[in-house]
């Protein structure tokens, strides 16, 4: 079963606007975190929020999380052709493994 | 710095035969990881080592056995592949369990026929 359940599945939007992806999970967390997939490649780690944290940012990437709610979100502002992939979240269980939604399909057209 | 490298790339296997997908890493990581990617699907779990010496069943571990070689390889093995094993298979490693992110290797794209 997937810890996290992400929508939308897909989303299309223009260069510059921003982009927002939610994840729902099921049990309780560590830490949820956000991964980015290129096409054909692997899966890159992209920001970690603690179960005790509410917002992280990095550079135009912020992620917030709502414990009472078992929901995070992703924004990436000001998007770029070149973040067209697919974004997952993960939620860190307390049995010490990594579960992943099925992911959110991000296209940018320029 | 390799991080994670995974071999083969590619493999075309027929039903009933065996094969071992290598993954090793070079970031003393403790904890490593083998997740399957289907359509629709995600990742799941198939296998985890937690650190050295030790291995777990992750969420669809059937069908596949695993070897923590030492520190820096581990190991996933199909006895008798069938097609449901087609996918794409990604070996993970981390620091350790609940400790940071997951730095993944380039998968490896395997077909049962």
């Known amino acids: 079963s997937q810890q996290g359940e992400e929508d939308p599945q897909a989303l299309s939007i223009q260069e510059g606007e921003n982009a927002t992806m939610n994840c729902s999970y099921k049990?309780?967390?560590?830490?949820l975190q956000w991964y980015r997939q290129n096409s054909g490649r692997g899966l890159v780690h992209l920001i970690l929020?603690?179960?005790?944290?509410r917002e992280k940012h990095s550079g135009r990437l912020r992620v917030t999380l709502d414990t009472s709610k078992k929901s995070s979100s992703l924004l990436i502002t000001a998007s770029r052709a070149a973040d067209t992939a697919s974004y997952f979240c993960?939620?860190?269980?307390?049995?010490?493994?990594?579960?992943f939604g099925q992911g959110t399909e991000l296209s940018v057209k320029p | 710095n390799a991080g994670v490298t995974q071999t083969p790339k590619f493999q075309v296997l027929k039903t009933g035969q065996s094969m071992t997908l290598q993954c090793a890493q070079d970031?003393?990581?403790?904890?490593m990881y083998w997740y399957r990617q289907d359509p629709g699907m995600g990742l799941r779990l198939i296998y985890y080592?937690?650190?050295?010496?030790?291995?777990d069943k992750g969420e669809v571990p059937n069908g596949y056995n695993v070897s923590r070689l030492n520190k820096r390889e581990f190991s996933l093995r199909l006895e008798s592949a069938a097609p449901s094993q087609t996918s794409v298979y990604f070996c993970?490693?981390?620091?350790?369990?609940?400790?940071?992110?997951?730095?993944f290797g380039s998968g490896t794209r395997l077909t049962v026929v």
């Open positions: 993970a490693s981390s620091e350790a369990t609940n400790i940071g992110g997951y730095t």
């Open positions: 049990t309780s967390i560590n830490n």
């Open positions: 929020i603690r179960s005790n944290e």
């Open positions: 993960a939620g860190d269980n307390q049995g010490g493994k990594l579960i």
């Open positions: 970031m003393n990581h403790n904890s």
């Open positions: 080592s937690a650190s050295e010496g030790t291995t």
